[in-house]
């Protein structure tokens, strides 16, 4: 029987197949920069847009997974509305993080990205790890509502001043008007109304 002899087949580039595994190479942009993006905004305008959204996108990534806790975690009477309804307001703010993580990287800037820099940048209170009651879940919900709608507002007019309609726009169109749709829908739950006979 003939022998057979492998041939190591590589392109004229040089290149193979072989993953190169185990690579850490240099920093090429440091968090809290921006780099030159040719689009009409001055780098100090950026530089603050960046820092302003990078705050309301730490905010924006704790309410989002606190949703999906309240999703898993909710109980009682309420528990197949509340369910859907913590998934739906999940869905949202995953697409909010989306936006405005694209928006600081088109401003030149870095995004936070990963939990344990989120968790030492957000202004949200911790929720604890146990499984808390209903009420509780949905006064911390809105609670941070609040909080990221105070610091949107604040954010959004600042950048109007500086001349970035692109980050107020954001701000307002998608950040607020989703914070406060969804905080409405969580406050009507607090509501203690009579559910069968009127008082």
């Known amino acids: 029987m003939p022998t057979r002899t492998h041939t190591k087949h590589t392109h004229s580039d040089g290149g193979n197949a072989q993953p190169l595994t185990g690579q850490r190479g240099r920093t090429v942009q440091d968090f809290g920069t921006v780099v030159?993006?040719?689009i009409g905004l001055d780098e100090k305008v950026?530089?603050?847009?960046?820092?302003?959204?990078?705050?309301v996108l730490a905010d924006t990534m704790m309410l989002r997974d606190f949703y999906k806790k309240c999703h898993w975690q909710v109980?009682?009477?309420?528990?197949?509305?509340?369910?859907?309804?913590?998934?739906?307001?999940?869905?949202?703010?995953?697409?909010?993080?989306?936006?405005?993580?694209?928006?600081?990287?088109a401003l030149g800037g870095v995004t936070l990205a990963v939990a344990h820099d989120v968790?030492?940048?957000?202004?949200v209170e911790r929720p604890p790890i146990h499984r808390e009651e209903v009420p509780d879940m949905l006064s911390r919900l809105l609670d941070t509502h609040e909080l990221i709608l105070k610091e949107a507002r604040e954010y959004a007019a600042a950048a109007s001043k500086a001349g970035d309609d692109g980050t107020n726009d954001?701000?307002?169109?998608?950040?607020?008007r989703t914070n406060e749709a969804q905080a409405w829908f969580i406050a009507e739950h607090l509501v203690d109304l009579p559910l069968v006979k009127a008082d």
Do not use: C, M, W
Not at 119 to 123: D, G, I, L, Q, Y
């Open 46 to 55: 950026r530089l603050e847009s960046t820092q302003n959204l990078n705050q």
């Open 119 to 123: 968790a030492e940048h957000t202004r």
């Open 170 to 176: 954001l701000l307002v169109s998608d950040v607020i």
């Open 36 to 38: 030159q993006i040719p």
């Open 75 to 105: 109980s009682g009477p309420s528990f197949y509305q509340l369910h859907l309804l913590f998934d739906k307001h999940f869905g949202e703010q995953v697409e909010l993080t989306d936006e405005i993580a694209e928006r600081i990287q």
